[in-house]
């Protein structure tokens, strides 16, 4: 029969093996822990990676001309995917950089221009003035559909949240300043527009 001092013993040795196995146990589920984080982590990692490389629903159109019947369909694409919960943006490079430009004034001449809704000879279109009557033409055209001008449109793609940015190389080689056009814009250089291509879904060039 155990007397005091022996029964004290045995439950100081209880207490001590139980403490002991209370760290082992802790000691092993903070491995498991620390391994389960860990394969979460390169899991997580992996993903990211997978979706940053993803194509993603996107449009992106580089305008390059400048004339009335040509600054339309880029702004008229970004806008409609737009509306249609796509994300958009529009590059601006050699002439088109003139749709951006405050006060714009785009015209579209009828010379050499067969593709003209209202054909008109070269020996007539040539003639001062013809020009202006173009353009006049074909706003009246678009107006009477109910198409806003360009100058709305720029306000809408803006307010829409489409992406209009200025080629950089082609503002320093026709000398072409910030301050001369439109506001709500962004400045880059070709990397940004084909890093942003790259990872579109659809890529237009007009």
């Not at 020996?123 to 100058?151: C, E, N, R």
Request: charged share 20%.
């Amino acid at each position: 029969m155990s007397t005091g001092p022996d029964i004290a013993m045995d439950q100081k040795l209880q207490a001590y093996i139980n403490q002991q196995v209370d760290r082992r146990v802790i000691s092993a589920s903070k491995q498991i822990f620390d391994a389960l984080t860990k394969k979460i982590n390169a899991v997580e990692s992996k993903v990211q990676q997978v979706e940053a490389k993803a194509v993603k629903n996107r449009v992106a159109v580089v305008a390059s001309k400048g004339t009335l019947d040509m600054a339309y369909p880029p702004l008229l694409l970004a806008t409609t995917a737009r509306s249609m919960g796509i994300e958009a943006s529009i590059f601006f490079t050699l002439y088109g950089m003139s749709i951006l430009k405050k006060n714009a004034r785009l015209k579209v001449a009828p010379l050499a221009n067969p593709a003209m809704p209202m054909p008109v000879p070269n020996i007539i279109g040539a003639l001062p003035g013809m020009t202006a009557v173009a353009s006049m033409m074909m706003s009246g055209m678009f107006k009477k559909q109910q198409v806003p001008p360009i100058k709305e449109l720029l306000t809408m793609a803006r307010e829409t949240g489409v992406k209009l940015v200025a080629c950089q190389m082609t503002m320093d080689v026709l000398g072409i300043k910030q301050e001369d056009l439109v506001e709500g814009i962004e400045f880059g250089g070709l990397a940004t527009f084909i890093e942003y291509g790259m990872e579109s879904t659809i890529t237009l060039f007009v």
